[in-house]
């Protein structure tokens, strides 16, 4: 088992109760079903990525239907998302409306950053072509969308702007676990239990080994034509099992209720451009680098890079490769609200009760997916436990079932549907997993129930 760099640390002199009480939460293992097979690069090889398209081809082929009995909306949402507001995002608000009504996107929570005098809550809110947008920020560690302008209250302290941001039926989010693995979760709607961009930051060796096959006209060629075929698998290679998240959340839901939603953050900005200096020299970075921030590369160093560069001018991108348009990013990850209706209201009501998994889209749509039990137990409910409760999962595809309990799994199960008589009370939530080619990997995770031990008598 791998040793996990987010648990948290004493200091010395510490008090010894609270210490234990921590080392007791922290030993929820959130543990992944399977450990990665191949690394983020390896995967972006022909034979990995057709694989895993044949996995995904022949689960689609296996699908059934699943009708909900209980009226609500299986809603496909993205948080976390950033368009036109800031000079590393590369795409517009067009851009991703566009790309939300190609892939099927209901709701858009957007994430501006915040750049004053703007107030992000002037951007797009309601809905336009059938998608619903609804305006927030990223701002202060936390994905924030108020019912009103908070932008006189950008500086209070964090436990007020908290209250603040809450007020009605405000949303805030933790954002990036992995900066802020210890930050409280007081007054927050939840926390994000997957970030793509995390991915990515952790991704530094395939980051350079792409830049390093940039270099190479072959290797190019062979890039963009898998780009081409396999656009998701590409983009999805260096998804890994968000543990550090799954513990922060399964350690504060342990006495609080924190809704679970995956952070697309998008950009549209991991668009890798080779741009020419001179016949033995090229720019290596992305669509939002200036010049100066680029990587300098020497045909010394790569020889190929000569062939790559000859036959253009300095100045000239020489190779442009597109990773990360809107439609792939909405496809990549998303969040899925069981709501009443299509409004900003019901959206808000729904999220805030936790009714809501998140899934790789791309894998399988994941629409149909219940998590629930007796007494029409559903996800995002709290009650207390009591014997002879029994959980049920049923999914549209077959899959890795798991049934985690307080952090640990207690139940696995292979196909559509898994039952499970409870033993006792605990925070329930459920993973599916795909053998995608020969590799297991995470699909779904849902939010949990809430079955607390019984007060009183
Ligand atoms: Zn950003
Ligand atoms: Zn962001």
Not at 275 to 290: H, M, S, W, Y
Not at 312 to 317: S, W
Not at 354 to 377: C, I, K, N, Q
Request: hydrophobic residues 35%; proline residues 7%; charged residues 30%.
């Amino acid at each position: 088992m791998r040793r996990n760099p987010h648990k948290p640390r004493f200091h010395d002199g510490a008090p010894l109760l609270p210490a234990l009480l921590l080392a007791a939460a922290s030993s929820l293992a959130s543990e992944p079903l399977a450990e990665p097979r191949w690394s983020p690069n390896d995967r972006l090889h022909r034979e990995r990525l057709s694989a895993v398209q044949e996995s995904v081809d022949s689960l689609a082929r296996r699908r059934r239907e699943i009708r909900r009995t209980d009226g609500l909306l299986d809603l496909r949402c993205n948080f976390h998302a950033h368009a036109g507001d800031s000079t590393h995002t590369g795409g517009t608000p067009e851009e991703i409306l566009a790309a939300a009504r190609s892939v099927g996107v209901d709701v858009l929570f957007l994430s501006d950053h915040f750049r004053p005098p703007r107030d992000f809550m002037d951007g797009w809110r309601g809905l336009r072509d059938g998608v619903l947008f609804i305006p927030g920020s990223e701002c202060r560690g936390f994905l924030v969308s108020p019912e009103r302008s908070v932008f006189q209250s950008m500086q209070e302290p964090i436990p007020e702007f908290v209250r603040t941001v809450n007020r009605g039926d405000g949303l805030i989010f933790l954002s990036h676990i992995e900066e802020r693995p210890d930050h409280p979760m007081d007054g927050l709607t939840g926390l994000e239990i997957y970030n793509r961009h995390y991915d990515a930051k952790r991704d530094f060796t395939g980051i350079l080994k792409l830049v390093l096959r940039l270099t190479d006209p072959e290797q190019v060629v062979e890039l963009a034509d898998l780009l081409r075929r396999y656009p998701d698998a590409c983009l999805a290679g260096q998804a890994a099992y968000p543990q550090a998240y799954l513990e922060k959340w399964d350690a504060a839901t342990a006495t609080g209720r924190f809704t679970g939603v995956a952070a697309n953050d998008c950009h549209h900005n991991q668009v890798f451009l080779v741009k020419k200096l001179d016949d033995d020299t090229a720019l290596i970075g992305t669509v939002v680098d200036k010049d100066e921030d680029m990587r300098k590369v020497k045909a010394l160093l790569r020889p190929a890079l000569r062939r790559l560069l000859a036959g253009h001018k300095p100045g000239d991108v020489v190779v442009r490769l597109d990773f990360d348009p809107y439609e792939r990013s909405l496809r990549n990850v998303s969040t899925h609200v069981l709501a009443s209706e299509k409004t900003e209201p019901a959206l808000r009501t729904a999220v805030k009760a936790g009714r809501a998994y998140v899934s790789h889209d791309w894998m399988a749509d994941p629409t149909g997916f219940e998590f629930g039990g007796t007494d029409g137990l559903r996800m995002g409910d709290e009650r207390p436990w009591t014997a002879g409760t029994v959980l049920r999962v049923e999914s549209p595809l077959p899959a890795k079932i798991r049934l985690i309990r307080d952090g640990l799994q207690v139940a696995l199960e292979e196909g559509y549907s898994l039952r499970h008589e409870t033993a006792g009370p605990g925070v329930y939530r459920v993973e599916l997993w795909f053998d995608l080619g020969g590799e297991v990997r995470p699909w779904l995770y849902s939010n949990p129930v809430y079955l607390r031990p019984a007060t009183g008598n």
